[in-house]
């Protein structure tokens, strides 16, 4: 791998560190865990973005430098373009900055085509780019959680892991969906590749309620994000504005998600939290994503 130079803090999740860093004199984003107690593998998001870059998509997304699942300082590594002169989506929405029409007709649009290769939306942001005037998405989230049953996406997620023998990302399903009684003593067994559970197991510990509880925080998610800052007397516009063009440019839309998209406006909401799997069972640890506004 090439050495990184001057790295620079600039950005800090609930499981991830982005550092600004130059790569044969280029500037880069670099993406690392957080820590070994919150090391959430993000495989499944470079997937994800790689999914994006080989299709004809009306937004911009960094591109994808280098994906190194064993690094030895980091445990894992992600390198990617550096995006510039990108603001916060809420941000402008708020203060008129960019003509609200547009983002939400591009917001839309957007969804729309992540919805029909089967991505969510779930950990997604939305940025404005003043250089490609566009929509900027970051932070994805995982293939197969859209269009797909939740047995369906533990599946695709399983198999995922298996065949690129990514063994944090096979953990962190475990760890996600088994009790976790049952899922601790096999951590290191999974890491190193010695032990492998049955799909079957896995996808036997998703809740009945899995699929609607995701796609409905997801859209809540995004109804906080693109127009929970609007001013009060433009909500309704926006929002109607928003199902609007998702249905035409949805192939085939989701109904639970633009249901819910629309109940976040009628009940006003100012906060929502989504969590990637949902299991039957007391785990180890949950991977969630949470939005609120003032």
């Given at each position: 791998?090439?050495?990184?130079?001057?790295?620079?803090?600039?950005?800090?999740?609930?499981?991830?560190?982005?550092?600004?860093?130059?790569?044969?004199?280029?500037?880069?984003?670099?993406?690392?865990?957080?820590?070994?107690?919150?090391?959430?593998?993000?495989?499944?998001?470079?997937?994800?973005?790689?999914?994006?870059?080989?299709?004809?998509?009306?937004?911009?997304?960094?591109?994808?430098?280098?994906?190194?699942?064993?690094?030895?300082?980091?445990?894992?590594?992600?390198?990617?373009?550096?995006?510039?002169?990108?603001?916060?989506?809420?941000?402008?929405?708020?203060?008129?900055?960019?003509?609200?029409?547009?983002?939400?007709?591009?917001?839309?649009?957007?969804?729309?085509?992540?919805?029909?290769?089967?991505?969510?939306?779930?950990?997604?942001?939305?940025?404005?780019?003043?250089?490609h005037k566009k929509l900027v998405?970051?932070?994805?989230?995982?293939?197969?959680?859209?269009?797909?049953?939740?047995?369906?996406?533990?599946?695709?997620?399983?198999?995922?892991?298996?065949?690129?023998?990514?063994?944090?990302?096979?953990?962190?399903?475990?760890?996600?969906?088994?009790?976790?009684?049952?899922?601790?003593?096999?951590?290191?067994?999974?890491?190193?590749?010695?032990?492998?559970?049955?799909?079957?197991?896995?996808?036997?510990?998703?809740?009945?309620?899995?699929?609607?509880?995701?796609?409905?925080?997801?859209?809540?998610?995004?109804?906080?994000?693109?127009?929970?800052?609007?001013?009060?007397?433009?909500?309704?516009?926006?929002?109607?504005?928003?199902?609007?063009?998702?249905?035409?440019?949805?192939?085939?839309?989701?109904?639970?998600?633009?249901?819910?998209?629309?109940?976040?406006?009628?009940?006003?909401?100012?906060?929502?939290?989504?969590?990637?799997?949902?299991?039957?069972?007391?785990?180890?640890?949950?991977?969630?994503?949470?939005?609120?506004?003032?």
């Open positions: 791998m090439n050495k990184l130079d001057n790295l620079q803090l600039i950005g800090e999740g609930s499981n991830s560190k982005v550092y600004s860093c130059y790569i044969d004199g280029k500037e880069c984003a670099v993406k690392v865990p957080h820590d070994a107690e919150r090391f959430i593998s993000c495989a499944l998001q470079v997937d994800s973005l790689m999914t994006c870059q080989n299709t004809n998509i009306s937004f911009v997304t960094p591109q994808v430098i280098r994906y190194d699942k064993h690094n030895d300082t980091w445990g894992e590594i992600l390198i990617m373009e550096r995006l510039n002169s990108i603001y916060p989506v809420s941000f402008l929405m708020r203060n008129g900055m960019v003509e609200r029409e547009l983002i939400i007709n591009c917001a839309a649009k957007a969804i729309a085509e992540l919805h029909s290769l089967g991505i969510s939306g779930f950990d997604v942001e939305f940025y404005w780019s003043f250089e998405l970051l932070d994805l989230g995982p293939r197969y959680t859209i269009g797909y049953t939740s047995e369906e996406m533990v599946g695709k997620h399983y198999a995922y892991a298996v065949e690129n023998q990514n063994w944090m990302t096979l953990w962190n399903l475990v760890s996600e969906l088994l009790d976790g009684n049952e899922a601790k003593p096999l951590f290191q067994k999974i890491i190193q590749g010695n032990e492998i559970p049955q799909v079957e197991q896995l996808q036997n510990a998703v809740s009945e309620v899995a699929e609607q509880e995701h796609i409905q925080g997801v859209a809540r998610n995004h109804y906080l994000q693109l127009i929970g800052d609007c001013p009060n007397y433009l909500k309704q516009k926006m929002k109607t504005l928003f199902i609007k063009k998702y249905l035409s440019y949805s192939g085939e839309a989701n109904f639970l998600y633009t249901g819910a998209f629309v109940n976040a406006f009628r009940k006003g909401i100012t906060s929502s939290t989504v969590c990637l799997y949902f299991s039957r069972y007391n785990t180890l640890s949950k991977v969630s994503n949470s939005v609120s506004i003032s």
